[in-house]
């Protein structure tokens, strides 16, 4: 009966590893029944070892599966998958440019920073963040930080 339970295990485990080469489900289903099968013949022959069986069981489905994502990742489908280049700023990955001319610019709160809201630099409206206070509309703020399209903004004192 055990050798039953080893040739199910192994030849479960063989189909669980082809399903990454040969996608479609079937062999994945087919390969989950023979693993789920040889625990349930394993538990029944041996039910004081069941706990054991199972956790055996189990590790090696997630070995198996692990194996069959490293074996995915280097053919040439897999390949196909992964990202091969990089996103790089000077080719043009880049959501919103960082104007540098903010750093330490002064200007007037235009909507209460809460701690989001607008400002007015030199008659131009931009989206900031206060550095944690709530700021109402008026006041004079300084910017403390710009990186992309995040710009905080600190108070000045009067």
């Known amino acids: ?22 996608p479609g489900m079937i062999c994945g289903i087919l390969g989950a029944s023979f693993v789920l099968a040889s625990g349930a013949i394993a538990c029944h022959t041996y039910p004081d070892y069941a706990l054991f069986i ?3 069981e189990a ?9 069959g994502m490293y074996m995915l990742s280097r053919t040439r489908a897999g390949k196909t998958l992964i990202l091969q ?36 630099i030199d008659g131009k409206r931009i989206d900031a ?16 930080e710009a990186s992309g399209s995040r710009v905080v903004v600190e108070q000045v004192d009067a």
């Open 129 to 144: 963040v206060s550095d944690g206070a709530f700021i109402d509309k008026g006041t004079r703020v300084r910017v403390i």
């Open 54 to 56: 199972v956790l055996g």
């Open 85 to 120: 280049s990089s996103q790089q700023a000077n080719a043009g990955w880049v959501a919103h440019e960082t104007d540098r001319s903010l750093m330490g610019a002064t200007g007037e709160v235009y909507s209460a920073l809460r701690p989001a809201g607008m400002i007015m």
């Open 1 to 22: 009966m055990m050798g039953w339970v080893v040739v199910l295990y192994v030849a479960g485990l063989v189909l669980i590893l082809a399903e990454f080469i040969v």
């Open 59 to 67: 590790i090696g489905v997630l070995i198996a599966i692990a194996i």
